[in-house]
């Protein structure tokens, strides 16, 4: 099954992640994307080298770029933007990630290419958004979606440094918002018949990532503490260690609903009626208390056992903290399709699935990513057959 962008002609200029992701889902979902790079590649595919992968592969890269074609364009040349022009005259997408002042340089901004092609839909990643003083700053989303939206501080414990993120963590979020936009604005242009930009950028997308705070403090002037485990509000979300080591999470976010089931999990009852636990306001006050005595509970049994108990309380909520083998061998990610062959001359290879699936017109990956101008001399075809 092709999926449910097939037809749909993408062209990608775009490096490192944010831009290639959102490139990769359409893929993902059958459309044809082009991905144009510069003579030494983007370089993404050096991420298998700097994480020490000795099979000269760069997985990160397989990610974002399975499905592709690669054209190598130098387009700080004239004939090769003008090859990027003739490219972009027949596409329906336009993806890119590169700064918005380098594209004007190129002529291949917004303005430039929708005159004569009005009926693309652009799609740009930028780093702090497409105005104010930062619209052209450099910015990889360690530094936009990771550190200056906020997120880092909020994840990080009173007097502890700040937590590392992992990589791609904000590109793949923002490369997914892209996704959408460019499929919105796909429907729009079935209605007016115009193309139009829409764009997404790594500061929003992390401010967004954690509006649940944000909104509050804009409506209330107040922010929401940063949790401390040994002393959180509510102990019932919380996490905890079984008797092997294994932590999990526990989320009773609905006192009513989930407090009673945990005292019974825990064989504990008489906390039902215990006056320093039988209220949310109680157990808040009490809860360093009631967290000790938790983890003194959990300790006694290996998280299976506790795992098989949890399962006779259909209100309990909770979820192991897995670790990637853990994944890997986890049934239901197995179940919920989250692993797609790709295939790649006589064999396949094991990939994460992107998040979306159509029942209607469901999609299947077609191919690993391509190799620095593999299908070049196929596409200038193309576009010569095109123009005859």
């Given amino acids: 099954m092709a999926g449910p962008l097939e037809g749909v002609r993408v062209v990608?200029?775009?490096?490192?992640?944010?831009?290639?992701?959102?490139?990769?889902?359409l893929a993902d979902w059958g459309?044809?994307?082009?991905?144009?790079?510069?003579?030494?590649?983007?370089?993404?595919?050096?991420?298998?080298?700097?994480?020490?992968?000795?099979?000269?592969?760069?997985?990160p890269f397989e990610m974002d770029n399975r499905g592709k074609r690669s054209i190598v364009l130098?387009?700080?040349t004239d004939a090769g933007r003008e090859t990027a022009r003739e490219l972009l005259s027949g596409a329906d997408v336009f993806l890119t990630n590169v700064r918005p002042a380098a594209l004007t340089r190129l002529g291949l901004d917004f303005e430039s290419v929708a005159m004569s092609n009005p009926a693309l839909v652009y799609g740009l990643v930028t780093g702090y958004g497409e105005s104010g003083p930062d619209a052209d700053r450099a910015a990889?989303?360690?530094?936009?979606?990771?550190?200056?939206s906020g997120l880092a501080h909020l994840l990080t414990r009173p007097g502890d440094t700040p937590p590392f993120q992992r990589g791609g963590m904000g590109d793949h979020t923002v490369g997914m918002?892209?996704?959408?936009?460019?499929?919105?604005?796909?429907?729009?242009?079935?209605?007016?018949?115009?193309?139009?930009?829409?764009?997404?950028?790594?500061?929003?997308?992390?401010?967004?990532t954690v509006s649940f705070d944000l909104n509050t403090f804009l409506m209330t002037g107040n922010p929401i503490a940063i949790g401390q485990r040994e002393s959180m509000g509510n102990p019932c979300m919380n996490n905890y260690a079984a008797g092997d080591g294994r932590r999990f999470w526990i989320v009773g976010l609905q006192a009513g609903r989930h407090w009673p089931p945990l005292c019974r999990a825990v064989d504990r009852t008489d906390w039902l009626t215990d006056p320093r636990f039988d209220t949310p306001l109680n157990r808040a006050a009490n809860s360093r208390e009631l967290i000790v005595e938790l983890d003194e509970i959990f300790a006694t049994k290996p998280l299976a056992e506790w795992a098989e108990i949890f399962a006779g309380e259909p209100d309990f909520f909770w979820s192991p903290i897995n670790s990637l083998e853990d994944v890997i061998g986890?049934?239901?990610?197995?179940?919920?399709?989250?692993i797609v062959n790709v295939p790649d001359g006589e064999g396949g290879i094991p990939m994460v699935a992107s998040p979306a699936d159509f029942h209607g017109t469901p999609w299947e990956p077609r191919s690993a990513a391509p190799q620095l101008g593999q299908h070049t001399d196929e596409i200038l075809g193309e576009l010569g057959s095109r123009s005859r």
């Fill in 330 to 338: 986890d049934e239901q990610f197995h179940a919920a399709g989250g």
């Fill in 177 to 208: 918002t892209l996704a959408a936009a460019v499929c919105a604005a796909l429907v729009a242009r079935g209605r007016t018949g115009k193309g139009q930009m829409v764009s997404s950028s790594l500061y929003r997308q992390g401010a967004y």
């Fill in 74 to 76: 130098d387009v700080t």
């Fill in 12 to 25: 990608e200029l775009g490096v490192w992640v944010a831009g290639p992701a959102a490139g990769g889902i």
């Fill in 140 to 148: 990889f989303d360690v530094a936009a979606f990771w550190a200056r």
């Fill in 31 to 59: 459309a044809d994307v082009v991905k144009i790079e510069p003579p030494d590649g983007d370089p993404a595919r050096m991420f298998g080298r700097m994480l020490g992968v000795e099979d000269g592969s760069s997985p």
